[in-house]
């Protein structure tokens, strides 16, 4: 998957927790990408970092914040999660914000 | 808003048969039009990328296709084989997006099951 990996891949949380989600990644791409899939909803963009302390928000932020530190690493945060945000959550790279993305094999959430 | 669609949600084929898949789009102003496939369990993998003012893209036995006038994409899979088995998606970025991948929209897929 390109160097990317996100963990945990599974996780099992209960209603007003919160969690972070990490992506790494070894290409040393400036972009990075938070995605989530949802049935019926195909992919949405949540955030995205043109560089390190470079971020903004995508299509479905609320609920959400991110952080990067560093180039290789992109932390999504569900400051208190919530049952909606049960999905299946994608990290992405690329080297330009117009060249081709690579995807990281995904992060099940459940929120129960 | 962009609206991106998939139509059929899923098709079963024969290994060995040449098979289309559909991607319409509600407004034609795009930058470009990509292709990706995802494996169950698994993220995407960029397939094709074709930029607004070609027509067409090839690699191996893909092809895809662009009609902007009439808002739709056409990817051809020649000969498929079991291994095409996978969710296929198309996703199109606005003309003044730049080509930013932070304005893909993304289509729901095609579930495409390739039988030995």
């Known amino acids: 998957d390109a160097g990317i990996t996100q963990s945990p891949r599974h996780k099992v949380t209960e209603t007003g927790t919160p969690v972070t989600l990490r992506c790494h990644q070894t290409?040393?791409?400036?972009?990075m990408y938070w995605y989530r899939q949802d049935p019926g909803h195909g992919l949405r963009l949540i955030h995205y970092?043109?560089?390190?302390?470079?971020?903004d928000k995508g299509e479905v932020s609320d609920g959400y914040s991110v952080s990067r530190s560093k180039t290789e690493d992109f932390l999504l945060t569900l400051e208190s999660a919530t049952s909606s945000q049960t999905s299946v959550y994608f990290c992405?790279?690329?080297?330009?914000?117009?060249?081709?993305?690579?995807f990281g094999s995904g992060t099940q959430l459940s929120v129960l | 808003k962009q609206e991106v669609t998939q139509i059929p949600a899923a098709l079963s084929v024969p290994e060995g048969e040449n098979l289309v898949l559909n991607c319409s789009f509600t407004?034609?102003?795009?930058?470009?039009l990509q292709w990706f496939r995802q494996d169950p369990g698994k993220g995407l993998t960029s397939l094709l990328l074709?930029?607004?003012?070609?027509r067409e893209q090839t690699s191996g036995r893909l092809n895809a296709s662009l009609d902007k006038s009439s808002g739709r994409s056409t990817l051809y899979i020649a000969a498929s084989q079991p291994g095409d088995s996978a969710t296929y998606l198309c996703?199109?970025?606005?003309?003044?997006?730049?080509?930013?991948?932070?304005?893909?929209?993304f289509g729901k897929g095609t579930l495409l099951t390739v039988n030995p």
């Open positions: 992405a790279i690329s080297v330009g914000a117009g060249e081709k993305l690579f």
């Open positions: 074709i930029q607004s003012s070609q």
């Open positions: 970092s043109y560089g390190v302390k470079d971020t």
């Open positions: 996703a199109v970025t606005p003309v003044n997006s730049g080509g930013s991948n932070y304005k893909l929209t």
């Open positions: 290409e040393n791409h400036r972009y």
């Open positions: 407004d034609s102003a795009i930058y470009n």
